[in-house]
């Protein structure tokens, strides 16, 4: 399987955006549904969103509807999570996930359904 990166992350001052992307090396993300995550320091690993594929459907944990949007670019072959109105909150490692077999509903924000992670990318957002 190919290996899932994310991109994007770094710091930003609170009230502004920021858009992470996923991408495979060595190999596409054709087939795969397509979740975010996040790990702040002390804290659990938080399900933010995800995406079926070809992107039909989406979902969204609570804590980022409204905020976040995810989205998927086939021919380019990326899944992006745009983050607005970010605030200190928002400081965390954001991982992309990836799962070939995303269950009935097509994604899920759960971290069990996925099989493949990235390293993550650090967001830092600043007071």
């Known amino acids: 399987q190919p290996q899932f990166v994310e991109s994007g992350g770094g710091l930003v001052q609170s009230g502004r955006s920021l858009t992470l992307s996923c991408a495979a090396s060595g190999g596409t993300l054709a087939y795969y549904a397509i979740g975010w995550f996040r790990q702040a320091p002390g804290k659990e690993l938080e399900g933010l969103s995800c995406?079926?594929?070809?992107?039909?459907?989406?979902k969204y944990a609570d804590s980022v509807k409204g905020r976040f949007t995810i989205s998927r670019d086939n021919v380019g072959d990326t899944v992006s999570l745009q983050m607005n109105s970010l605030n200190p909150e928002d400081t965390a490692v954001y991982y992309c996930?990836?799962?070939?077999?995303?269950?009935?509903?097509?994604?899920?924000?759960?971290?069990?359904?996925?099989?493949?992670w990235g390293q993550g990318t650090q967001v830092t957002v600043s007071s």
């Open positions: 996930a990836a799962t070939r077999n995303p269950g009935s509903g097509a994604c899920a924000v759960v971290k069990g359904r996925y099989d493949y």
């Open positions: 995406i079926s594929y070809p992107g039909r459907h989406t």
